[in-house]
């Protein structure tokens, strides 16, 4: 029950890790603001660089900062790093090992940028490399697919953006609400496990997001290809128009984060297409009129901190989902907790 | 036909290109030089984006350019723009019409930012509204799904490297042999479909490839799902091995791309345990030690070109499975040519 029981745990990890991140985020980004920076760039890999495509929308919209995600292979296998000049660069990683990410901070730091670490241990090579680091403050996390890691990251790119802006006093209520709003969604696991046991028989699936979401869509997506081994393909809602429609028939399962947001009228249109076409529909989603066949509900939070609670009911989905495909989800096959790639 | 012939045309389409864009990304690159930029931001979607990709890895090792894929919507639906300062905005589109496209560009304008279109259609929306403009010339493209028009933008985002290095002269044959190669390619059709038809059987695979060929993969993946309809979910190799690799088992369709380069002993070995674990991999490559059931041979070129050969192979290959699969290439369900977004 490993897996379960830090999935459980991500309200008191939450609030235990706002506690802790307090200080840190306000010294960073007091540190940030005399580093001479233009944009930054992200280092990542898996459910890390889900997180870092949330920076993309949270530091852009609220922040001005224009985020890029690199691609490590250029630092570590073929040894040609792109000039950083303006560049922030900010490693993302629970364990803080991987040896690809650790060369992106390494050749940033050779050019004279400023470097983050990110990572779930303050001792790791990643936190002791960079100029900074901030500590996520979940607590150790055991299981092999990372849940409470990821929600850390998401409140620690969250909270650095309030410290950037200034902006915390204005947004704490916004953010005071996460650890309650995240029991909520544990609270109505049951109703969630059975959307997924209606589930079970699909094996085609898509995953549907964009804005915000895009980076929920993508942890989704991995978290079902990890546990319940269903190849399950996250799209941005206007990259899904550019060609992937075409996959749209009876039998193919579409699941869909559609939270409150500029872009509902945008992505309930394509649900409503999707489904009038013969797809399966399930969306997380806080909307009364959500077009879905079926609606894992979701307490309204505001839009930036909404990737919070949303993944919360996506993991407890993937979970139920996993277990009636018979699967075990402490021992997701041909995986480590710590993946090295070069 | 449409489809067949306008892959068969890219050597000729590919040759009139480079004759075409020869004097204008030379003067697009003496043009960048006093812009003071220093990294590029790229907007595109579908087929257009997995180009964006290739740009990232041939700016990045041969020019020490960092390029960043954006996110349309901040500038388009939220109104939340990043600030650009620093970076040469780049819109690739073929048809240049998409909304949220262009409102990238036209923010980089208001900021005062260099902007870049490259499109197949010199009066197109984006092409006017950009500082500049390189224009494909490959010729109309009339089929939904893109083929010439994605080889096309290769290949001048590979002139636009050269003359940003100025290595022109150095790099000439490498070029010049690139409408010969692809004719080489083209000329294996059919041992090319027999690999497909044994493919045909699928219904959910994976599509690896890392470096220059993170594009290949993408766009190959994106090709399968328009035309053939199955859900192919496209990885990095080291991405593959932060999660996703649980989903190897006997029945699962893995194609790769795993042509000679710095990438390939570590492609090789995540092949080799792929394939040893029981999952049917066909792989795309020059090498002939490549560890895949099935190998899609192509000539040796230089890495930084390899992915217009490559990609040439997967168009053959998603061709054939589509007709063996029973669908019609040339009107893919519910896709049109030109696909507006907001």
Redesign the interface.
């Known amino acids: 029950m490993t897996l379960w029981s830090e999935i459980m745990s991500q309200p008191a990890a939450l609030a235990a890790s706002m506690a802790e991140l307090h200080d840190p985020v306000a010294e960073t980004a007091a540190w940030m603001k005399g580093a001479g920076i233009?944009?930054a760039?992200l280092a990542a890999?898996?459910?890390s660089?889900n997180a870092a495509r949330y920076a993309?929308?949270v530091?852009?919209?609220?922040n001005?900062?224009?985020?890029?995600?690199?691609?490590?292979?250029?630092f570590s296998?073929?040894g040609?790093?792109?000039?950083?000049?303006?560049?922030l660069v900010v490693g993302i990683s629970q364990s803080g090992e991987?040896p690809?990410l650790l060369a992106v901070l390494a050749e940033a730091k050779r050019q004279g940028r400023p470097t983050l670490a990110i990572t779930n241990s303050s001792s790791s090579p990643m936190a002791r490399l960079a100029d900074r680091a901030l500590n996520l403050g979940v607590g150790e996390e055991a299981a092999v697919?990372a849940t409470k890691s990821y929600t850390g990251q998401l409140l620690c790119i969250a909270l650095l953006s309030a410290a950037m802006a200034q902006d915390l006093e204005q947004v704490k209520g916004e953010l005071d609400e996460i650890p309650s709003v995240t029991e909520a969604v544990l609270a109505s696991e049951k109703e969630i496990g059975v959307n997924a046991v209606d589930f079970v028989g699909h094996?085609?699936?898509?995953v549907i997001g964009?804005?915000f979401h895009?980076a929920t869509a993508h942890e989704w997506a991995?978290k079902i290809?990890?546990?319940s081994?269903?190849?399950?393909?996250p799209f941005?809602s206007?990259?899904f128009?550019?060609?992937?429609?075409?996959?749209?028939?009876r039998g193919?399962g579409v699941l869909a984060v559609a939270t409150q947001s500029?872009?509902f009228p945008?992505l309930s249109e394509l649900l409503a297409e999707i489904s009038a076409?013969g797809s399966h529909v399930v969306a997380i989603s806080d909307a009364a009129d959500c077009p879905a066949n079926q609606v894992i509900r979701v307490p309204a939070v505001a839009e930036w901190l909404s990737p919070i609670p949303a993944i919360v009911a996506a993991q407890v989905f993937t979970y139920h989902l996993t277990v009636a495909r018979g699967q075990n989800p402490d021992r997701?096959?041909?995986?480590r907790k710590v993946?090295r790639?070069?």
């Open positions: 233009t944009h760039v890999r898996g459910t660089d993309q929308y530091w852009g919209a609220r001005r900062l224009n985020v890029s995600l690199t691609t490590p292979s250029l296998v073929y040609r790093p792109p000039d950083l000049a303006g560049a991987s690809d697919a094996d085609r699936c898509v964009r804005g895009h991995l290809a990890e546990l081994y269903l190849v399950a393909q941005s206007a990259d128009r550019h060609g992937p429609m075409a996959l749209v028939e193919l500029p872009l945008e076409a997701p096959r041909a995986l993946t790639t070069v």
